[in-house]
Protein backbone atom coordinates (compact mmCIF):
# COMPACT_ATOMS: atom_id res chain seq x y z
CA UNK A 1 0.00 0.00 0.00
CA UNK A 2 2.66 2.15 0.60
CA UNK A 3 4.11 1.73 -2.25
CA UNK A 4 1.38 2.54 -4.35
CA UNK A 5 0.66 6.09 -2.23
CA UNK A 6 4.51 6.93 -3.09
CA UNK A 7 3.88 5.69 -6.48
CA UNK A 8 0.94 7.85 -6.54
CA UNK A 9 2.60 11.08 -5.29
CA UNK A 10 5.45 10.42 -7.53
CA UNK A 11 3.10 10.61 -10.30
CA UNK A 12 1.41 13.81 -8.97
CA UNK A 13 4.83 15.63 -8.54
CA UNK A 14 6.29 14.37 -11.73
CA UNK A 15 5.04 16.65 -13.80
CA UNK A 16 5.11 19.64 -11.79
CA UNK A 17 9.19 18.64 -11.30
CA UNK A 18 9.70 19.01 -14.64
CA UNK A 19 7.84 22.25 -15.67
CA UNK A 20 9.82 24.01 -13.00
CA UNK A 21 13.02 22.57 -14.55
CA UNK A 22 12.02 23.57 -18.01
CA UNK A 23 10.92 27.10 -16.62
CA UNK A 24 14.65 26.82 -15.14
CA UNK A 25 16.20 25.86 -17.81
CA UNK A 26 14.60 28.43 -20.14
CA UNK A 27 15.65 31.19 -17.55
CA UNK A 28 19.34 30.07 -17.30
CA UNK A 29 19.32 30.23 -21.39
CA UNK A 30 17.76 33.85 -21.69
CA UNK A 31 19.92 35.09 -19.44
CA UNK A 32 22.74 33.42 -20.86
CA UNK A 33 21.75 35.09 -24.17
CA UNK A 34 21.20 38.06 -22.76
CA UNK A 35 24.55 37.99 -21.33
CA UNK A 36 26.61 36.91 -24.74
CA UNK A 37 24.11 39.36 -26.50
CA UNK A 38 25.00 42.55 -24.08
CA UNK A 39 28.69 41.64 -22.91
CA UNK A 40 30.18 39.48 -24.89
CA UNK A 41 29.23 40.59 -28.72
CA UNK A 42 30.03 43.88 -28.15
CA UNK A 43 33.54 42.95 -27.85
CA UNK A 44 33.31 40.53 -31.32
CA UNK A 45 31.66 42.34 -33.29
CA UNK A 46 33.36 43.33 -36.57
CA UNK A 47 31.82 46.98 -36.06
CA UNK A 48 33.86 47.17 -32.56
CA UNK A 49 36.56 49.13 -34.50
CA UNK A 50 34.30 51.81 -36.25
CA UNK A 51 33.44 55.16 -34.44
CA UNK A 52 30.20 55.95 -32.90
CA UNK A 53 28.56 57.37 -29.41
CA UNK A 54 28.69 55.64 -25.88
CA UNK A 55 25.76 52.92 -25.01
CA UNK A 56 23.34 54.96 -23.92
CA UNK A 57 20.43 53.28 -21.93
CA UNK A 58 21.36 49.69 -21.86
CA UNK A 59 18.15 48.68 -22.48
CA UNK A 60 17.43 50.95 -25.08
CA UNK A 61 20.82 51.97 -26.44
CA UNK A 62 20.57 55.25 -28.69
CA UNK A 63 16.98 54.77 -29.52
CA UNK A 64 15.35 56.82 -27.32
CA UNK A 65 17.40 59.56 -28.41
CA UNK A 66 16.52 59.65 -32.40
CA UNK A 67 12.74 58.88 -31.29
CA UNK A 68 12.91 62.08 -29.07
CA UNK A 69 15.07 64.09 -31.34
CA UNK A 70 13.46 65.65 -34.85
CA UNK A 71 14.19 62.85 -37.42
CA UNK A 72 17.62 62.51 -38.71
CA UNK A 73 18.64 65.19 -36.04
CA UNK A 74 21.16 62.41 -34.24
CA UNK A 75 22.40 61.10 -37.47
CA UNK A 76 23.81 64.42 -38.28
CA UNK A 77 25.31 65.47 -35.20
CA UNK A 78 27.30 61.90 -35.22
CA UNK A 79 28.25 62.35 -39.17
CA UNK A 80 29.82 65.17 -37.75
CA UNK A 81 31.90 63.83 -34.58
CA UNK A 82 32.72 60.65 -36.01
CA UNK A 83 32.77 60.73 -40.00
CA UNK A 84 31.69 58.85 -42.65
CA UNK A 85 30.99 55.23 -41.24
CA UNK A 86 29.32 55.30 -37.48
CA UNK A 87 28.25 52.30 -35.31
CA UNK A 88 25.55 52.99 -32.88
CA UNK A 89 23.87 50.91 -29.96
CA UNK A 90 20.55 50.03 -30.69
CA UNK A 91 18.10 47.78 -28.47
CA UNK A 92 20.21 45.75 -25.74
CA UNK A 93 22.77 46.74 -28.12
CA UNK A 94 22.12 44.99 -31.13
CA UNK A 95 20.62 45.77 -34.25
CA UNK A 96 16.75 45.11 -33.90
CA UNK A 97 14.53 45.14 -30.88
CA UNK A 98 13.04 41.63 -30.00
CA UNK A 99 15.62 40.19 -33.34
CA UNK A 100 16.19 36.76 -31.64
CA UNK A 101 12.15 36.03 -32.28
CA UNK A 102 12.24 36.66 -35.84
CA UNK A 103 13.00 33.67 -38.36
CA UNK A 104 15.59 35.05 -41.05
CA UNK A 105 13.77 35.29 -44.40
CA UNK A 106 15.35 34.71 -46.49
CA UNK A 107 17.85 32.59 -44.26
CA UNK A 108 20.58 34.52 -43.16
CA UNK A 109 22.07 34.20 -39.77
CA UNK A 110 21.48 36.92 -37.76
CA UNK A 111 24.26 39.51 -37.02
CA UNK A 112 23.01 41.02 -33.48
CA UNK A 113 26.02 43.46 -33.52
CA UNK A 114 25.64 47.55 -32.77
CA UNK A 115 24.25 49.72 -35.81
CA UNK A 116 25.94 50.57 -38.83
CA UNK A 117 25.05 54.30 -40.18
CA UNK A 118 27.03 55.05 -44.05
CA UNK A 119 27.28 58.95 -44.54
CA UNK A 120 30.64 58.17 -46.77
CA UNK A 121 29.64 58.84 -50.62
CA UNK A 122 32.34 55.59 -51.33
CA UNK A 123 30.50 53.09 -49.09
CA UNK A 124 27.00 54.85 -50.33
CA UNK A 125 27.87 53.81 -54.01
CA UNK A 126 29.10 50.24 -52.53
CA UNK A 127 25.66 49.56 -51.17
CA UNK A 128 23.24 51.05 -53.20
CA UNK A 129 24.64 51.34 -56.63
CA UNK A 130 27.62 48.70 -57.07
CA UNK A 131 26.24 46.03 -54.95
CA UNK A 132 22.52 47.01 -54.16
CA UNK A 133 21.18 43.60 -54.81
CA UNK A 134 23.60 42.02 -52.36
CA UNK A 135 22.06 44.36 -49.77
CA UNK A 136 18.41 43.67 -49.77
CA UNK A 137 16.13 45.15 -46.96
CA UNK A 138 15.75 43.02 -44.13
CA UNK A 139 12.32 41.51 -43.69
CA UNK A 140 11.57 43.55 -39.68
CA UNK A 141 11.30 46.47 -41.76
CA UNK A 142 8.12 46.18 -43.24
CA UNK A 143 5.85 45.52 -40.96
CA UNK A 144 2.09 47.58 -41.58
CA UNK A 145 3.35 48.46 -44.86
CA UNK A 146 4.81 45.24 -46.69
CA UNK A 147 1.37 43.70 -45.56
CA UNK A 148 -0.49 46.60 -47.22
CA UNK A 149 2.00 47.09 -49.84
CA UNK A 150 2.41 43.26 -51.14
CA UNK A 151 4.82 42.14 -53.47
CA UNK A 152 4.92 45.68 -55.46
CA UNK A 153 8.76 46.71 -56.49
CA UNK A 154 9.32 48.43 -53.22
CA UNK A 155 9.82 45.50 -51.86
CA UNK A 156 10.83 42.97 -54.40
CA UNK A 157 14.11 41.91 -54.62
CA UNK A 158 16.67 40.12 -56.75
CA UNK A 159 15.61 39.05 -60.05
CA UNK A 160 11.82 39.59 -59.06
CA UNK A 161 13.25 43.64 -58.54
CA UNK A 162 14.67 43.54 -61.69
CA UNK A 163 12.01 42.13 -63.69
CA UNK A 164 9.50 44.40 -62.12
CA UNK A 165 11.30 47.49 -62.70
CA UNK A 166 11.68 46.54 -66.85
CA UNK A 167 8.46 46.14 -67.41
CA UNK A 168 7.68 48.91 -65.10
CA UNK A 169 10.60 51.45 -66.92
CA UNK A 170 7.91 52.54 -69.56
CA UNK A 171 5.60 54.13 -67.76
CA UNK A 172 8.20 56.78 -66.35
CA UNK A 173 10.37 57.42 -70.24
CA UNK A 174 10.18 60.81 -70.72
CA UNK A 175 7.82 60.87 -73.43
CA UNK A 176 5.25 59.55 -71.42
CA UNK A 177 5.84 61.86 -69.00
CA UNK A 178 5.47 65.03 -71.29
CA UNK A 179 2.11 63.77 -71.89
CA UNK A 180 1.11 63.33 -68.09
CA UNK A 181 2.01 66.87 -67.78
CA UNK A 182 -1.40 67.89 -68.58
CA UNK A 183 -3.10 65.69 -65.94
CA UNK A 184 -0.78 67.45 -63.39
CA UNK A 185 -2.16 71.20 -64.31
CA UNK A 186 -6.07 70.31 -64.98
CA UNK A 187 -5.88 68.95 -61.26
CA UNK A 188 -3.73 71.76 -59.83
CA UNK A 189 -6.46 74.13 -61.60
CA UNK A 190 -9.50 72.34 -59.81
CA UNK A 191 -7.97 72.62 -56.31
CA UNK A 192 -7.06 76.58 -57.55
CA UNK A 193 -10.69 77.05 -58.11
CA UNK A 194 -11.74 75.19 -55.35
CA UNK A 195 -9.20 77.58 -52.78
CA UNK A 196 -10.58 81.00 -54.79
CA UNK A 197 -14.32 79.64 -53.71
CA UNK A 198 -12.93 79.44 -50.19
CA UNK A 199 -11.62 82.95 -50.34
CA UNK A 200 -14.51 84.44 -51.99
CA UNK A 201 -16.85 82.82 -49.46
CA UNK A 202 -14.84 83.60 -46.39
CA UNK A 203 -14.32 79.86 -45.82
CA UNK A 204 -13.55 79.37 -41.69
CA UNK A 205 -11.19 75.63 -41.28
CA UNK A 206 -12.34 74.73 -38.16
CA UNK A 207 -9.27 72.13 -38.00
CA UNK A 208 -6.45 75.25 -38.64
CA UNK A 209 -6.62 76.47 -34.75
CA UNK A 210 -4.83 75.84 -31.75
CA UNK A 211 -8.59 76.34 -29.98
CA UNK A 212 -11.59 78.59 -30.32
CA UNK A 213 -9.90 81.95 -28.55
CA UNK A 214 -7.34 81.64 -31.23
CA UNK A 215 -10.07 81.43 -33.60
CA UNK A 216 -12.09 84.00 -32.67
CA UNK A 217 -9.68 86.79 -32.69
CA UNK A 218 -8.58 86.23 -36.18
CA UNK A 219 -11.77 86.77 -37.11
CA UNK A 220 -12.36 89.77 -35.16
CA UNK A 221 -9.32 91.54 -37.00
CA UNK A 222 -9.31 89.36 -40.57
CA UNK A 223 -8.41 91.14 -43.63
CA UNK A 224 -10.46 90.78 -46.27
CA UNK A 225 -9.63 88.18 -48.96
CA UNK A 226 -7.89 86.19 -46.34
CA UNK A 227 -8.43 83.11 -45.04
CA UNK A 228 -6.70 79.76 -43.06
CA UNK A 229 -6.43 76.67 -44.52
CA UNK A 230 -4.73 73.55 -43.18
CA UNK A 231 -2.54 72.97 -46.67
CA UNK A 232 -1.81 69.57 -45.30
CA UNK A 233 -5.16 68.22 -46.23
CA UNK A 234 -5.87 69.74 -49.81
CA UNK A 235 -2.61 68.79 -50.77
CA UNK A 236 -2.80 64.94 -50.16
CA UNK A 237 -5.79 65.46 -52.07
CA UNK A 238 -4.60 66.95 -55.13
CA UNK A 239 -1.67 64.58 -55.22
CA UNK A 240 -3.76 61.51 -54.85
CA UNK A 241 -6.49 62.65 -57.52
CA UNK A 242 -3.59 63.13 -59.52
CA UNK A 243 -2.38 59.31 -59.43
CA UNK A 244 -5.39 57.97 -59.72
CA UNK A 245 -5.97 59.83 -63.04
CA UNK A 246 -2.11 59.40 -64.63
CA UNK A 247 -1.52 56.06 -62.97
CA UNK A 248 -4.88 54.45 -63.37
CA UNK A 249 -6.68 56.19 -65.10
CA UNK A 250 -9.27 56.06 -61.69
CA UNK A 251 -11.36 59.00 -60.04
CA UNK A 252 -10.98 59.57 -56.46
CA UNK A 253 -12.79 62.80 -56.33
CA UNK A 254 -10.68 64.04 -53.27
CA UNK A 255 -10.36 67.28 -53.99
CA UNK A 256 -14.59 67.74 -54.55
CA UNK A 257 -14.50 65.46 -51.64
CA UNK A 258 -16.70 63.28 -52.68
CA UNK A 259 -14.59 60.56 -51.66
CA UNK A 260 -14.82 56.86 -52.20
CA UNK A 261 -13.82 53.87 -50.28
CA UNK A 262 -10.01 53.24 -51.45
CA UNK A 263 -9.74 56.72 -50.81
CA UNK A 264 -11.03 56.54 -47.41
CA UNK A 265 -9.42 53.19 -46.83
CA UNK A 266 -5.85 54.59 -48.19
CA UNK A 267 -6.31 57.57 -45.83
CA UNK A 268 -7.09 55.97 -42.89
CA UNK A 269 -4.02 53.59 -43.08
CA UNK A 270 -1.57 56.51 -42.85
CA UNK A 271 -3.87 58.64 -40.08
CA UNK A 272 -2.29 62.15 -39.13
CA UNK A 273 -3.09 60.13 -35.39
CA UNK A 274 -0.23 57.61 -35.72
CA UNK A 275 2.19 60.72 -35.64
CA UNK A 276 0.49 63.13 -32.94
CA UNK A 277 2.49 62.34 -30.62
CA UNK A 278 6.90 60.79 -30.21
CA UNK A 279 6.95 57.53 -30.04
CA UNK A 280 8.73 55.58 -26.87
CA UNK A 281 11.77 52.77 -27.40
CA UNK A 282 8.91 50.46 -25.60
CA UNK A 283 5.89 51.36 -28.01
CA UNK A 284 7.89 50.55 -30.98
CA UNK A 285 9.57 46.78 -29.53
CA UNK A 286 5.70 46.11 -28.77
CA UNK A 287 4.63 47.03 -32.26
CA UNK A 288 7.82 44.81 -33.74
CA UNK A 289 6.38 42.04 -31.11
CA UNK A 290 3.30 42.81 -32.79
CA UNK A 291 4.41 42.63 -36.46
CA UNK A 292 6.15 39.26 -35.83
CA UNK A 293 3.27 37.93 -34.48
CA UNK A 294 0.95 38.71 -37.39
CA UNK A 295 3.82 37.68 -39.58
CA UNK A 296 4.89 33.86 -38.01
CA UNK A 297 1.05 32.49 -37.27
CA UNK A 298 -1.17 34.61 -40.33
CA UNK A 299 -3.11 31.11 -39.82
CA UNK A 300 -4.43 32.38 -36.91
CA UNK A 301 -5.30 35.72 -38.20
CA UNK A 302 -3.76 37.24 -34.64
CA UNK A 303 -4.62 40.94 -36.16
CA UNK A 304 -8.72 40.18 -36.39
CA UNK A 305 -8.40 40.09 -32.57
CA UNK A 306 -5.56 42.10 -31.18
CA UNK A 307 -7.45 45.13 -29.44
CA UNK A 308 -4.99 47.94 -30.53
CA UNK A 309 -7.21 50.87 -32.68
CA UNK A 310 -3.79 51.29 -35.09
CA UNK A 311 -4.10 47.53 -35.89
CA UNK A 312 -8.02 47.62 -36.26
CA UNK A 313 -7.66 50.86 -38.58
CA UNK A 314 -4.44 48.93 -41.02
CA UNK A 315 -6.57 45.94 -41.14
CA UNK A 316 -9.93 47.12 -41.85
CA UNK A 317 -8.08 49.41 -44.26
CA UNK A 318 -6.24 46.78 -45.99
CA UNK A 319 -9.20 44.75 -46.95
CA UNK A 320 -11.18 47.52 -48.32
CA UNK A 321 -7.74 48.58 -50.29
CA UNK A 322 -7.78 44.80 -51.23
CA UNK A 323 -11.41 45.05 -52.56
CA UNK A 324 -11.42 47.87 -54.31
CA UNK A 325 -7.78 47.52 -56.11
CA UNK A 326 -8.73 44.15 -57.69
CA UNK A 327 -11.92 46.56 -59.03
CA UNK A 328 -9.86 48.88 -60.50
CA UNK A 329 -7.51 45.83 -62.28
CA UNK A 330 -10.82 43.90 -63.56
CA UNK A 331 -12.41 48.04 -64.82
CA UNK A 332 -8.98 48.45 -66.86
CA UNK A 333 -8.38 44.88 -68.04
CA UNK A 334 -11.87 44.66 -69.58
CA UNK A 335 -11.19 48.32 -71.67
CA UNK A 336 -7.13 46.97 -72.37
CA UNK A 337 -8.96 43.49 -74.10
CA UNK A 338 -12.02 45.49 -75.43
CA UNK A 339 -10.61 49.01 -76.76
CA UNK A 340 -7.24 47.57 -76.99
CA UNK A 341 -6.05 51.17 -76.14
CA UNK A 342 -2.32 50.68 -76.13
CA UNK A 343 -1.69 53.89 -78.14
CA UNK A 344 -2.98 56.39 -76.15
CA UNK A 345 -1.59 58.09 -73.15
CA UNK A 346 -4.80 56.79 -71.15
CA UNK A 347 -4.78 53.48 -72.56
CA UNK A 348 -0.86 52.11 -73.17
CA UNK A 349 0.67 54.04 -71.05
CA UNK A 350 -0.95 54.42 -67.85
CA UNK A 351 0.76 52.39 -65.72
CA UNK A 352 -2.35 49.36 -65.33
CA UNK A 353 -2.79 49.27 -68.55
CA UNK A 354 0.94 48.61 -69.57
CA UNK A 355 1.31 46.05 -66.37
CA UNK A 356 -1.95 44.39 -67.51
CA UNK A 357 -0.38 43.63 -70.68
CA UNK A 358 2.53 42.08 -68.93
CA UNK A 359 0.35 40.27 -67.05
CA UNK A 360 -0.53 38.18 -70.39
CA UNK A 361 2.98 38.15 -71.74
CA UNK A 362 5.53 34.90 -70.79
CA UNK A 363 8.82 34.54 -69.17
CA UNK A 364 11.08 37.16 -68.38
CA UNK A 365 8.11 40.13 -69.28
CA UNK A 366 5.73 38.47 -67.13
CA UNK A 367 4.17 39.85 -63.93
CA UNK A 368 1.45 37.74 -61.65
CA UNK A 369 -1.50 39.33 -60.62
CA UNK A 370 -0.47 39.41 -56.68
CA UNK A 371 1.95 41.91 -58.15
CA UNK A 372 0.02 43.72 -60.16
CA UNK A 373 -2.16 44.28 -57.30
CA UNK A 374 1.49 45.05 -55.10
CA UNK A 375 2.26 47.74 -58.03
CA UNK A 376 -1.40 49.25 -57.13
CA UNK A 377 -0.90 50.31 -54.11
CA UNK A 378 2.73 50.88 -53.98
CA UNK A 379 2.07 53.74 -56.39
CA UNK A 380 -1.15 54.98 -54.23
CA UNK A 381 1.68 55.33 -51.69
CA UNK A 382 4.84 56.58 -53.42
CA UNK A 383 2.79 59.00 -55.54
CA UNK A 384 0.29 60.60 -53.20
CA UNK A 385 1.82 60.30 -49.76
CA UNK A 386 5.58 61.18 -50.47
CA UNK A 387 4.63 64.11 -52.90
CA UNK A 388 2.30 65.77 -50.92
CA UNK A 389 4.10 65.77 -47.80
CA UNK A 390 7.14 67.41 -50.26
CA UNK A 391 4.82 70.24 -50.85
CA UNK A 392 3.48 70.66 -47.99
CA UNK A 393 6.95 71.48 -46.25
CA UNK A 394 7.53 73.71 -49.83
CA UNK A 395 4.46 75.91 -48.99
CA UNK A 396 5.86 76.40 -45.11
CA UNK A 397 9.54 77.28 -46.47
CA UNK A 398 8.15 79.98 -48.67
CA UNK A 399 5.24 80.73 -46.15
CA UNK A 400 8.57 81.35 -44.07
CA UNK A 401 10.59 82.96 -46.51
CA UNK A 402 8.31 85.65 -48.24
CA UNK A 403 10.90 86.81 -50.52
CA UNK A 404 12.25 83.64 -51.90
CA UNK A 405 8.34 82.97 -52.29
CA UNK A 406 7.79 86.37 -54.23
CA UNK A 407 11.10 85.52 -56.51
CA UNK A 408 9.48 82.14 -57.35
CA UNK A 409 6.09 84.10 -58.33
CA UNK A 410 8.02 85.78 -60.81
CA UNK A 411 9.66 83.40 -62.20
CA UNK A 412 6.30 81.67 -63.14
CA UNK A 413 4.55 84.39 -64.29
CA UNK A 414 7.03 85.51 -66.70
CA UNK A 415 7.12 82.26 -68.24
CA UNK A 416 3.21 81.79 -68.57
CA UNK A 417 3.22 85.26 -70.31
CA UNK A 418 5.52 83.82 -72.16
CA UNK A 419 3.28 80.53 -73.06
CA UNK A 420 0.47 82.87 -73.71
CA UNK A 421 2.04 84.85 -76.05
CA UNK A 422 2.60 81.43 -77.92
CA UNK A 423 -1.01 80.76 -77.83
CA UNK A 424 -0.21 78.36 -74.75
CA UNK A 425 -2.55 77.69 -72.47
CA UNK A 426 -0.35 76.28 -69.28
CA UNK A 427 3.33 75.56 -69.16
CA UNK A 428 4.98 72.19 -70.63
CA UNK A 429 6.93 69.65 -69.32
CA UNK A 430 9.97 71.69 -70.55
CA UNK A 431 8.91 74.97 -69.71
CA UNK A 432 8.78 72.88 -66.19
CA UNK A 433 12.34 71.58 -66.61
CA UNK A 434 14.08 74.92 -67.77
CA UNK A 435 12.30 77.23 -64.30
CA UNK A 436 15.84 77.99 -62.95
CA UNK A 437 14.68 79.09 -60.04
CA UNK A 438 11.51 76.99 -59.48
CA UNK A 439 14.37 74.24 -60.21
CA UNK A 440 16.14 75.22 -57.55
CA UNK A 441 13.43 75.55 -54.74
CA UNK A 442 12.10 72.41 -55.80
CA UNK A 443 16.00 70.86 -55.25
CA UNK A 444 16.26 72.71 -51.86
CA UNK A 445 12.27 71.43 -50.31
CA UNK A 446 13.80 67.66 -51.24
CA UNK A 447 17.31 68.32 -49.69
CA UNK A 448 16.27 69.64 -46.13
CA UNK A 449 12.58 67.88 -46.25
CA UNK A 450 13.03 64.14 -47.78
CA UNK A 451 9.82 62.62 -46.80
CA UNK A 452 11.55 59.20 -45.87
CA UNK A 453 14.04 59.97 -43.66
CA UNK A 454 16.65 57.10 -43.68
CA UNK A 455 16.09 53.36 -45.21
CA UNK A 456 17.70 49.99 -43.74
CA UNK A 457 19.52 47.37 -46.12
CA UNK A 458 21.26 44.06 -44.64
CA UNK A 459 24.33 42.14 -46.23
CA UNK A 460 23.97 39.27 -47.65
CA UNK A 461 27.19 38.28 -47.55
CA UNK A 462 30.38 38.63 -45.55
CA UNK A 463 31.71 42.17 -46.96
CA UNK A 464 34.24 44.86 -47.05
CA UNK A 465 32.96 48.44 -47.36
CA UNK A 466 35.17 50.94 -48.71
CA UNK A 467 35.35 54.39 -47.61
CA UNK A 468 36.71 57.73 -49.37
CA UNK A 469 37.54 59.20 -46.17
CA UNK A 470 38.85 57.06 -43.58
CA UNK A 471 37.36 57.18 -40.03
CA UNK A 472 39.51 57.00 -37.08
CA UNK A 473 39.65 53.99 -35.00
CA UNK A 474 38.09 53.18 -31.86
CA UNK A 475 40.54 50.88 -30.06
CA UNK A 476 43.71 51.90 -31.69
CA UNK A 477 44.34 56.05 -31.17
CA UNK A 478 46.44 57.10 -34.51
CA UNK A 479 45.18 54.09 -36.67
CA UNK A 480 42.27 54.78 -39.63
CA UNK A 481 39.96 52.72 -40.66
CA UNK A 482 39.87 52.92 -45.12
CA UNK A 483 37.37 49.91 -44.98
CA UNK A 484 34.56 48.66 -42.21
CA UNK A 485 33.91 44.74 -42.13
CA UNK A 486 30.34 43.34 -41.70
CA UNK A 487 29.37 40.09 -41.49
CA UNK A 488 26.53 38.42 -43.34
CA UNK A 489 23.14 39.81 -42.11
CA UNK A 490 24.54 42.87 -40.52
CA UNK A 491 22.10 45.93 -40.62
CA UNK A 492 22.79 48.66 -42.52
CA UNK A 493 21.63 52.19 -41.64
CA UNK A 494 21.51 54.68 -44.86
CA UNK A 495 20.53 58.18 -43.40
CA UNK A 496 18.93 60.25 -46.18
CA UNK A 497 18.11 63.78 -43.96
CA UNK A 498 21.93 63.43 -43.29
CA UNK A 499 24.00 63.06 -46.22
CA UNK A 500 21.68 65.89 -47.64
CA UNK A 501 23.11 68.10 -44.99
CA UNK A 502 26.37 66.85 -45.32
CA UNK A 503 28.74 70.25 -44.81
CA UNK A 504 31.26 68.64 -46.55
CA UNK A 505 28.63 69.17 -50.08
CA UNK A 506 27.00 71.89 -49.31
CA UNK A 507 28.74 73.71 -47.10
CA UNK A 508 28.84 75.36 -43.71
CA UNK A 509 25.10 76.88 -44.65
CA UNK A 510 23.59 73.31 -45.23
CA UNK A 511 21.33 73.54 -42.18
CA UNK A 512 19.70 76.64 -44.42
CA UNK A 513 16.98 76.97 -46.81
CA UNK A 514 18.87 78.72 -49.41
CA UNK A 515 17.73 77.89 -53.41
CA UNK A 516 20.71 79.86 -54.56
CA UNK A 517 22.99 77.18 -53.80
CA UNK A 518 21.75 75.25 -56.89
CA UNK A 519 22.30 78.48 -59.38
CA UNK A 520 25.74 79.33 -58.10
CA UNK A 521 28.26 78.71 -55.50
CA UNK A 522 28.96 80.62 -52.16
CA UNK A 523 31.75 81.93 -54.36
CA UNK A 524 29.81 83.39 -57.28
CA UNK A 525 31.31 80.48 -59.94
CA UNK A 526 28.53 78.45 -60.54
CA UNK A 527 30.27 75.56 -60.02
CA UNK A 528 27.63 71.87 -59.97
CA UNK A 529 26.82 70.62 -56.49
CA UNK A 530 28.60 67.37 -56.61
CA UNK A 531 30.29 64.72 -54.09
CA UNK A 532 27.55 62.87 -52.98
CA UNK A 533 25.63 59.65 -54.22
CA UNK A 534 22.11 60.16 -55.20
CA UNK A 535 20.02 59.50 -58.16
CA UNK A 536 19.47 63.34 -58.72
CA UNK A 537 21.08 66.80 -57.67
CA UNK A 538 23.80 64.76 -55.26
CA UNK A 539 20.92 64.20 -52.63
CA UNK A 540 19.52 61.11 -51.45
CA UNK A 541 15.98 61.83 -51.25
CA UNK A 542 15.09 59.28 -54.45
CA UNK A 543 17.97 56.82 -52.94
CA UNK A 544 20.49 55.64 -55.73
CA UNK A 545 21.22 52.45 -58.23
CA UNK A 546 19.37 49.93 -59.44
CA UNK A 547 16.80 50.13 -56.31
CA UNK A 548 16.34 54.04 -57.10
CA UNK A 549 12.86 55.55 -56.95
CA UNK A 550 11.87 54.39 -60.86
CA UNK A 551 9.18 57.37 -60.75
CA UNK A 552 11.39 60.28 -59.71
CA UNK A 553 11.12 62.08 -62.58
CA UNK A 554 6.91 61.77 -62.52
CA UNK A 555 7.33 63.79 -58.72
CA UNK A 556 9.33 66.01 -60.09
CA UNK A 557 7.27 67.14 -62.76
CA UNK A 558 3.92 66.85 -60.47
CA UNK A 559 5.66 68.79 -57.70
CA UNK A 560 6.69 71.53 -59.95
CA UNK A 561 3.85 71.37 -61.67
CA UNK A 562 1.30 71.85 -58.67
CA UNK A 563 3.64 74.09 -57.16
CA UNK A 564 3.78 76.71 -60.11
CA UNK A 565 0.06 76.53 -60.29
CA UNK A 566 -0.37 77.92 -56.59
CA UNK A 567 2.22 80.20 -56.25
CA UNK A 568 1.03 82.22 -59.21
CA UNK A 569 -2.57 82.44 -57.73
CA UNK A 570 -1.97 82.81 -54.07
CA UNK A 571 0.37 84.16 -51.37
CA UNK A 572 0.94 82.01 -48.59
CA UNK A 573 2.15 83.35 -44.79
CA UNK A 574 2.67 81.61 -41.56
CA UNK A 575 -0.61 81.43 -39.19
CA UNK A 576 1.39 83.06 -36.79
CA UNK A 577 5.02 83.55 -35.94
CA UNK A 578 5.05 81.89 -32.16
CA UNK A 579 3.81 78.78 -33.31
CA UNK A 580 6.62 76.09 -33.39
CA UNK A 581 6.85 72.87 -36.09
CA UNK A 582 8.31 70.00 -35.34
CA UNK A 583 8.65 67.34 -37.47
CA UNK A 584 7.17 63.22 -36.79
CA UNK A 585 8.17 60.44 -39.03
CA UNK A 586 6.07 57.81 -39.41
CA UNK A 587 6.32 56.19 -43.28
CA UNK A 588 6.65 59.92 -44.48
CA UNK A 589 8.04 63.03 -42.13
CA UNK A 590 5.25 65.20 -41.49
CA UNK A 591 4.53 68.24 -39.68
CA UNK A 592 3.02 69.14 -36.29
CA UNK A 593 2.54 71.92 -34.23
CA UNK A 594 3.65 72.06 -30.40
CA UNK A 595 1.12 72.38 -28.57
CA UNK A 596 -1.36 71.36 -30.98
CA UNK A 597 -0.18 67.20 -31.15
CA UNK A 598 -3.69 66.28 -30.40
CA UNK A 599 -4.91 67.64 -33.90
CA UNK A 600 -2.63 65.45 -35.37
CA UNK A 601 -0.85 66.68 -38.37
CA UNK A 602 -1.66 69.92 -39.79
CA UNK A 603 0.24 72.65 -41.58
CA UNK A 604 -2.29 75.80 -41.46
CA UNK A 605 -1.11 78.56 -43.70
CA UNK A 606 -2.79 82.23 -44.30
CA UNK A 607 -4.01 82.06 -48.02
CA UNK A 608 -4.82 85.43 -50.12
CA UNK A 609 -4.93 85.99 -53.82
CA UNK A 610 -1.44 87.20 -55.08
CA UNK A 611 -0.97 90.81 -56.45
CA UNK A 612 -1.79 91.43 -59.73
CA UNK A 613 1.60 90.26 -62.11
CA UNK A 614 2.46 94.27 -62.27
CA UNK A 615 2.21 95.25 -58.73
CA UNK A 616 4.19 92.72 -57.67
CA UNK A 617 6.74 93.28 -60.17
CA UNK A 618 7.03 96.82 -59.22
CA UNK A 619 7.59 95.51 -55.78
CA UNK A 620 10.31 92.86 -56.48
CA UNK A 621 12.54 95.65 -57.95
Same mark, same amino acid.
Not at 17 to 40: D, M, P
Not at 177 to 187: D, G, I, K, Y
Not at 392 to 407: G, M
Given at each position: ??????????????????????? =?????????????????? !????????? &???????????????????? !?????????????????????????? !????????????????????????????????????????????????????? %??????????? #????????????? &????????????????????????????????????????????????? &????????????????????????? +? %???????????? =?????????????????????????????????????????????????????????????? $?????????????????????? $???????????????? %????????????????????????? *???? =?? $?? =???????????????? #???????????????????????????????????????????????????????????????????????????????????????????????? +???????????????????? %???????????????????? &??????????????????????????????????????????? *?????????? #???????????????????????
Amino acid at each position: MDRLVAAGAWSYTHPVQAALASL =ALLLFGTALYVLILCVVR !PYTTSLREV &PGPPRGSFFFGQVGRILADP !PGAPHVEWHEQYGGAVRYPGFFGVSF !PLDFLDPPHPPLPRQRDSRLLLFDPAALNHVLVAHAYEYPKPEEVRGDLAMIL %GKGILFAEGDD #HRRQRRIMNPSFG &PAHLRELVPVFFEHSHHLRDVLKQAIEAGEVDETAWRDDEQRDAWQRER &PEGEIVHDVCKWLSRVTLDIIGDAG +F %GYDFHAISQSGN =ALGKAFSSMFSPRAVSKNRSPAFIARQRLVGFLIRALPVLKIADWIPNERVRQVREGFRVVQ $TESEKIIQLKRGDVVEKDGMDS $TRGSKDLIALLLKSVE %GEGKASMTNEELRGQLTTFLLAGHE *TTST =AL $TW =ALWRLASNLKIQDKLR #HEVRAARAKAAEEGRDELSSRDLDSLQYLDAVTREVLRLESPVTVTIRHAARDDLIPLSMPVPSALEPGKMLSHVRVHKGQVVFIPITAVNKSKRV +FGDNAEEFRPERWIESEDGS %GKKIEGNVGVTSSILTFLAG &PRSCIGYKFALLEFKAILSVLIDEFEFDQRDTETVVERRSVIV *TRPVLVGEEA #HGNKMPLKIRLAKQRGDADEELE
